[in-house]
């Protein structure tokens, strides 16, 4: 692991001229102190560290898109399937209408004979 401490006393950095800056590197740590028109910057980054966030933000985007395409699959799906219980109660009265009309059939059929 890279650690990088830069330690600078208060009166060095008020002093520090213009465009000048404090810098140091260890490993794959760096840093970099500068003082810009009374402000105040620090860089500081770590390549592995970098390395590591893009790894982990390419598998994130990678699970986000099949996340993404499985629930318009399922969207889709879900759009085709009729409701089942729409499909029984309909099935229920259709099956009533017909036995109503064919007892009414049959007995009218019956008296005429």
Known sequence: MSEVKLEI???N???LPEKAEYRMKKGQASATVKIRNDTVYIDAACDSLQIMCEYYESKYNLYK????ELRSMQVDTSEKRSNPIKTVFISFFVGVVIGILLTIIVKLKFRIL
């Not at 898109?65 to 993404?68: A, C, Q």
């Open 65 to 68: 898109n099949g996340y993404d």
């Open 13 to 15: 950095l008020l002093k």
């Open 9 to 11: 006393p208060t009166e």
